[in-house]
């Protein structure tokens, strides 16, 4: 599913030529891609990027998923893709344990994903070009061999068991709830993609077979490939390894269409743990002319684009009635050329009749009057505008924008097009389209007889859902009246109050300087005793990046954590007292100056990243929110819509799990949500007060700026010395506290455990350590998915993660999954087991020693890599030498020191677990 989201746009970025095409032909190919077709129809699309030595990324296409299955073949597809694995091709060995033997990992060498309309197949060999003989024909015995066996079906049908059980759900039963309704009528929703539990549980491999034998073939498939080859020998070795596979005629695909009717359908979308609140009404239509990139494709895309757009600004403009959050419009492609927009209204509470009745106005509105002059004029500048910016971008695409774009191709089945030549063809069809397109558009959309309202309501609340002839009538009562022209954007002199940014203050002292020139970085001191460590090199893409950090964590004693992140929080879009909070935000837009911000128990940390010119707009916005008072307008809407939240929230799951959880781990819930009392009598000047104590906290700035130090010292005194600070706040780090526990809550609505456990043992911060932990994680993952999922068939989705945090000098470790209630005793003594067995040998430290090697090299010049070691090395040290022993980094992976840390990662002493079980009623629906 693709989708178009009014005012987000993107860059326009698919098309050229060097040849000039014919007068309305599609746009040819980038001149980078090399592509074609095997005499077998097997599409191939090459790309020689070289910026990466050596490396190789294939993906094999087939155009086949879960629509294109039969009645008697549902979730067929997608275990199609789980037994392609157990293929041998006329080997001993399945083609999972070959590519093992390759030395190749599940995940990160090859995987394999399916959706409604597409199966991909994914290799991205480590030692890259030099394999791809074995990734070519690996790829081929995926899609051709079929010789898996009745007794791989059942061992590999416990795991999609697995998969399934994993992926239950709230946000599952919402999605199906949607598409059903979304989708009504067509094969989608009889055909969700992982299938259901009887269906997974009596698939058959005739069934399996039968569906593989109709759609892979090769005349259905298309190969990308990208990586440092020359195309004519890739060319060469694909022939080798497809040239063989035998073409076949490639069935119909309109199943993949929505079928349309005259008729409005009335869908109630609810679930007793989802806060989903709205109501929506959706237009659905067959649109098959906007798809290509003829001139006359793109000029009825862009219409589209222009269309939707326009419509969601004149949705946010028009006031609000009591009941109604939101407006938006959004449109969703399905297929070759059905399409569903939808425009939908945030409630409330129990406001849905109220939403549904400005849901209706609006709409009759937008029929009756269209867009104006000044509608088409904004969206043409912004059209102009990315078309500009994108002829002006020279940089090539990178390695992975390559992938991407070849990606998108073959499952879009469009072609990849130099970003020139199609910024250059949306223009030329811009200077084409007029108020009255928009307009016939939009009266196009909004007269589609089939139509589908979506009322959701949150939790377990009553809400009466409307009839049809109750909505029709509402409609043509609307329809019958004239309605007043929607609210415009307002002119320039009713506009809101330019921003008058404050002088600057008489500049204050950097009253200690030190250089670490090696590393090209310099320490100053402030007078008001904050620090600023200077990294002298540009970020990513030639930007500069600043960070500012500050012991203003939430968690202080004396005052709820709720109301120190609501502070925060409301800070970052807060003012000066009396500074206009519209002027504020149009001005932050304007200059690129908004506030990133990652507030930890112990630290408050504020991100900020621009262009070279934009860095004293940043400091400007920042200085802003470190003296700002909370908005009182901002604060009242903010605080109605938690008190909302509370009232309308269910008791879910999730929300209790985490609560124990925490109770489990730290020994008390740090993290309680605030109630309705508390809230209501929380005031805008509390929080202010609660802001200007975590503000006045002293804060290290951390710049990564290629620049003159000149108009940085100036820049520096005058908005950075000059801030208020106190004393450093004495916020406490969440630490897990020693020994084991476990507890078991038993109010899950789905048949299954989730199981989280976590662990920890104190370790001094090196990045040494720090590399070992990394490395060892990957293993553990490895080691585990083997047993708990191939050697036990137990689970599906499975994670263990652990680090050595440089802040609670702790090796902290978790380890989750999913699984049948009957196996959880079992599965948990076997991940025990094996994590308290984990021993690398030399092969595996040689090979982790020259993978770091490799990745070390493309690290040390990553922008943000260097970045982000520069703060840890500063938080341990106070100076940068990790920039500069970051080249010793592999010799850290001596085989000795990895062993004795792998005992380390998960010590059974500190064990916490929780498990999540089933209700009463959960097993009962089971059975």
């Given at each position: 599913m693709k989708k178009l989201i009014a005012g987000l746009l993107g860059p326009l970025l698919l098309g050229a030529c060097a040849s000039l095409p014919e007068p309305d032909a599609p746009l040819p190919w980038d001149a980078q891609v090399v592509q074609g077709q095997l005499a077998n129809g097997l599409a191939y699309r090459l790309v020689r990027e070289t910026s990466q030595p050596g490396r190789l990324d294939l993906r094999l296409t087939v155009k086949a998923g879960s629509v294109d299955e039969a009645d008697d073949q549902v979730g067929v597809a997608h275990m199609v893709e789980h037994l392609a694995f157990h293929s041998r091709a006329g080997s001993q060995q399945k083609l999972r344990e070959r590519m093992a033997g390759f030395g190749w990992l599940q995940g990160r060498h090859f995987n394999a994903v399916t959706n409604y309309e597409r199966t991909q197949y994914l290799i991205g060999p480590p030692a890259g070009v030099r394999q791809a003989p074995q990734a070519l024909q690996a790829l081929h015995d995926l899609a051709f061999a079929r010789d898996y066996n009745a007794q791989d079906l059942e061992r590999e049908r416990p795991i999609v068991i697995e998969e399934w059980r994993g992926g239950l759900g709230v946000a599952q039963r919402m999605n199906e709830q949607r598409t059903a309704s979304q989708r009504v009528g067509s094969r989608y929703p009889g055909h969700r993609t992982i299938g259901n539990e009887a269906a997974i549980r009596s698939a058959s491999l005739h069934n399996l077979q039968a569906f593989q034998n109709r759609w892979y073939l090769p005349n259905n498939m298309v190969l990308s490939a990208v990586g440092d080859f020359e195309p004519e020998a890739m060319r060469a070795q694909i022939e080798q390894a497809f040239g063989a596979a035998k073409a076949g005629e490639v069935p119909g695909r309109e199943q993949r269409e929505l079928a349309l009717d005259d008729t409005l359908k009335v869908f109630r979308l609810q679930d007793p743990q989802s806060g989903s609140n709205q109501v929506a009404m959706l237009f659905r239509l067959h649109e098959p002319d906007s798809r290509g990139t003829t001139r006359a494709a793109l000029r009825e895309r862009l219409i589209d684009r222009m269309t939707l757009a326009a419509m969601l600004d004149s949705l946010r403009r028009q006031p609000r009635e009591p009941g109604v959050r939101s407006l938006i419009a959004q449109k969703t492609l399905i297929g070759e050329h059905s399409t569903v927009l939808g425009i939908a209204a945030g409630v409330e509470g129990q406001a849905h009749d109220q939403a549904l009745q400005q849901l209706l106005t609006e709409t009759e509105r937008l029929r009756q009057h269209g867009f104006s002059e000044a509608d088409l004029q904004r969206e043409r500048e912004h059209i102009r505008g990315l078309g500009d910016k994108t002829l002006a971008k020279q940089a090539p695409r990178t390695f992975e924008q390559w992938v991407e774009q070849l990606n998108n191709a073959a499952v879009q089945d469009t072609a990849v097009s130099d970003r020139h030549a199609i910024a250059a063809r949306y223009l030329e069809v811009l200077a084409s389209i007029s108020l009255g397109d928009l307009n016939d558009r939009l009266r196009r959309w909004l007269a589609s007889p089939d139509r589908v309202l979506q009322v959701s309501a949150a939790g377990t609340s009553e809400v009466t859902l409307p009839t049809v002839a109750q909505v029709e009538a509402r409609q043509a009562k609307l329809a019958a009246k004239a309605l007043p022209a929607p609210v415009q954007v307002a002119s320039a002199t009713e506009a809101s109050p330019r921003l008058q940014m404050p002088a600057a203050p008489a500049a204050a002292a950097i009253v200690e300087r030190k250089r670490f020139p090696e590393q090209r970085v310099e320490y100053w001191r402030l007078s008001n005793g904050d620090r600023l460590v200077w990294l002298k090199r540009n970020g990513p893409e030639g930007k500069w990046l600043l960070q500012a950090d500050s012991t203003a964590g939430y968690q202080l004693a004396g005052t709820p954590a709720w109301r120190l992140q609501m502070a925060a929080q409301l800070a970052m879009h807060s003012g000066l007292s009396g500074m206009d909070a519209q002027a504020l935000a149009t001005w932050r837009h304007e200059q690129r100056a908004t506030l990133g911000f990652d507030h930890q128990p112990q630290r408050l940390q504020l991100?900020?990243?621009?262009?070279?010119?934009?860095?004293?707009?940043?400091?400007?916005?920042?200085r802003i929110t470190q003296l700002?008072?909370?908005?009182?307008?901002?604060?009242?809407?903010?605080?109605?819509?938690?008190?909302?939240?509370?009232?309308?929230?269910?008791?879910?799951?999730?929300?209790?799990?985490e609560?124990?959880?925490?109770v489990l781990k730290y020994g008390v819930d740090h993290w309680p949500s605030p109630d309705t009392g508390a809230l209501e009598q929380l005031t805008?000047?509390?929080?202010?007060?609660?802001?200007?104590?975590?503000?006045?906290?002293?804060?290290?700035?951390?710049?990564m700026a290629d620049m003159a130090p000149e108009p940085l010292e100036k820049m520096v005194r005058e908005m950075l010395a000059t801030l208020p600070r106190s004393a450093s706040l004495a916020s406490q780090q969440a630490l897990q506290q020693p020994g084991q526990r476990r507890e078991d809550l038993a109010i899950a609505l789905e048949p299954r455990v989730v199981l989280q456990a976590s662990s920890f043992q104190p370790q001094a911060w090196s990045p040494e350590a720090a590399v070992r932990v990394s490395v060892l994680r990957d293993l553990a993952n490895q080691r585990l998915k083997a047993q708990l999922r191939g050697e036990a068939s137990g689970v599906y989705r499975l994670r263990f993660d652990s680090e050595l945090n440089a802040d609670t000098q702790r090796i902290e470790s978790s380890l989750s999954f999913t699984c049948d209630p009957a196996r959880v005793d079992e599965l948990w003594a076997m991940a025990q087991k094996t994590l308290a067995s984990l021993q690398p040998d030399a092969d595996w430290a040689v090979a982790e020693r020259r993978e770091l090697l490799r990745q070390e090299s493309k690290r040390r010049e990553d922008p943000q890599t260097q970045f982000k070691r520069l703060i840890l090395s500063d938080r341990r040290w106070h100076d940068p030498r990790y920039l500069q022993t970051q080249a010793q980094l592999p010799e850290a992976l001596t085989l000795p020191e990895l062993q004795r840390q792998a005992q380390q990662l998960f010590p059974r002493a500190n064990q916490v677990q929780l498990r999540l079980l089933p209700s009463a009623s959960a097993l009962e629906q089971a059975l």
């Open positions: 991100n900020l990243g621009a262009a070279p010119e934009q860095l004293l707009a940043l400091m400007q916005s920042y700002a008072s909370i908005d009182p307008e901002l604060f009242t809407t903010s605080r109605d819509v938690l008190l909302q939240r509370l009232h309308s929230r269910p008791d879910d799951v999730r929300g209790q799990q609560r124990q959880q925490r805008a000047e509390q929080l202010s007060a609660d802001w200007k104590l975590l503000a006045g906290a002293p804060v290290t700035y951390y710049l």
